[in-house]
């Protein structure tokens, strides 16, 4: 093994005991039910010097208001399971091995990858090869029907991969996990790299084609406009980059047809729309639908199109298990020699030691991607689907910020208690908190969307509202000491794939850099990896 992938190897394995040996402890914590804080009492189990750190003060529970507030039917919280009634896993009783708030929060921000030094490691290691901090190309971005934080990641993202490309001396590039197109058509028009847009949602890859016929048709003054803003004098340095699409020829779309090519024998739906090109060198946009399974080689798609050139593999913000799966796919294809990749939904991904509770066992992933390195995987090291529900709140540094909604589904579950005498899991409400102007008019949707008959009046919710109003302040609290784990909980999730990755005889290179802003952009690193070229 090299050296440097070696010494690479040796700090990941360190970093990622370090934070464990810290998340370990605090794994219930992750893992409870943040609408049961009211019904279990989560507030009591803080300790005091904590309180006190945060500056707050035990007010004396308020008085009981008209006594139209329902008494719950049973003393111990019970959820119900298969139609038998259990009691409440007394289990998850949280310990707190930290006395105070201060090393607490210490130990927290200690695991956080930029804390443990870890992408400067990758800067000092891989110099020669690593995309300089705020990388940019010679050609100006060009925004083109995208929100601030898509405009921002794009952006960035379209960047260093061209520059990656570019110094690796790579014309085609795979878009995983595409959507809708903002990355592949931004490689294609802006950096004339040959691209393919992969992705599993038909709608996805349709309506990806149609926005790159549309923004073909106005790239023209979507140019000229970006040299006036470059330079209001007209002496634009950059404007011999910029240049038409670099493809105009007729374009063909494919019929639509179903074959099995995978491995694993799925059936795939193939969308494709390619470019009757004339000459090897113009390079192609082409858009495919289909489900690529993790331990597929994604030579044996992209062949027809790029003829056996070797390509890049990237991904930005790629849904739970796909990031996993690309890793694999980067691994597994021979003509895949580059991979930049920016995952995203952690509670979506699979566990291997740990079972989704929302999801039957008959529908479970048959390829696990948590974890993925065997490092980890030796450890059995599990996390649970609330604890990876929580690596997606805001990261240290930046404000977490408590909704009004998050109080009212805890009140909504002690009302719903006090009807029934038990919880459920599967009440799952969704988003309807955004959609309330009062507490009175969610717990009436509540109810309709479970198809719960209330018989509550106005009066009874407000009281509720009355009974519990000191509890809107704690639960606040209690919510930032949770979020504290998040940044160590990422980056285990994150750190596994990197492990993974130097697990193999065929990196050479493995790299993690923070891409974007965090406050524009939450989910903001960037695994980059390089490997040996097939002979």
């Not at 670099?246 to 694993?264: I, K, L, N, Q």
């Not at 992933?365 to 490092?375: D, E, I, K, V």
């Amino acid at each position: 093994m090299d050296k440097m992938k070696e010494k690479l190897l040796t700090e990941c394995s360190k970093d990622v005991e370090h934070i464990l040996s810290f998340l370990n402890q605090y794994l219930p914590l992750a893992n409870l039910h943040f609408t049961n804080f009211i019904i279990e009492d989560y507030w009591s189990q803080v300790p005091n010097n904590f309180k006190q750190s945060l500056c707050t003060s035990e007010a004396d529970e308020p008085e009981r208001g008209d006594g139209s507030v329902l008494q719950s039917t049973t003393k111990m919280p019970m959820e119900l399971v298969d139609g038998e009634l259990r009691h409440n896993d007394p289990g998850m009783t949280l310990t707190w091995h930290h006395s105070q708030l201060d090393s607490f929060m210490a130990d927290a921000v200690s695991c956080n990858l930029e804390n443990l030094g870890y992408t400067r490691l990758c800067e000092e290691l891989y110099a020669e090869h690593y995309p300089p901090e705020g990388a940019t190309s010679d050609v100006p971005f060009i925004s083109h029907a995208m929100n601030e934080k898509k405009s921002h990641e794009i952006g960035i993202m379209s960047s260093v991969c061209s520059t990656l490309a570019k110094r690796e001396r790579l014309r085609h590039v795979v878009d995983i996990g595409s959507g809708k197109g903002y990355l592949a058509t931004t490689l294609y028009m802006q950096y004339q790299l040959s691209v393919i847009g992969i992705d599993s949602q038909t709608g996805n890859t349709h309506g990806a084609l149609r926005r790159k016929q549309r923004l073909e048709k106005q790239y023209k003054g979507l140019v000229k406009r970006q040299q006036e803003r470059t330079d209001n004098s007209r002496k634009c340095r950059n404007s011999e980059h910029l240049s038409e699409p670099p493809v105009r020829e007729t374009v063909m779309r494919g019929e639509s047809h179903e074959v099995t090519v995978s491995s694993e024998g799925h059936k795939v739906m193939v969308n494709s729309e390619s470019h009757n090109a004339t000459e090897d060198d113009k390079p192609t946009h082409i858009a495919l639908t289909a489900f690529i399974g993790p331990n597929d080689q994604l030579d044996k798609y992209v062949e027809p199109y790029f003829q056996n050139n070797q390509f890049m593999l990237t991904g930005l913000h790629t849904c739970g298990d796909l990031a996993g799966s690309m890793s694999r796919q980067f691994i597994h294809s021979p003509a895949c020699t580059l991979m930049v990749g920016v995952g995203c939904c952690y509670h979506l991904i699979s566990e291997m030691f740990c079972a989704n509770p929302f999801q039957p066992k008959e529908e479970a992933s048959a390829t696990p991607q948590f974890p993925l390195s065997s490092f980890l995987r030796d450890k059995h090291v599990k996390l649970g689907r609330n604890c990876r529900m929580l690596s997606m709140q805001s990261r240290i540094g930046q404000d977490s910020v408590f909704d009004v909604s998050l109080f009212w589904r805890a009140l909504l579950q002690k009302i719903l208690f006090d009807v029934h005498g038990y919880w459920r899991k599967d009440w799952i409400l969704g988003k309807i908190a955004s959609r309330c102007s009062s507490f009175r008019e969610y717990v009436r949707k509540a109810f309709h969307k479970l198809h719960i008959e209330s018989q509550l009046t106005d009066a009874q919710i407000d009281d509720y509202v009355h009974q519990h109003a000191h509890v809107e302040n704690k639960m606040a609290m209690f919510f930032q000491l949770r979020t504290a784990l998040s940044p160590a909980i990422e980056s285990v999730i994150l750190l596994d794939r990197c492990l993974y990755l130097l697990e193999q005889n065929a990196t050479t290179m493995v790299v993690i850099k923070k891409l974007f802003h965090p406050s524009k952009s939450p989910r903001c690193y960037a695994i980059i990896a390089k490997k040996k070229e097939a002979r």
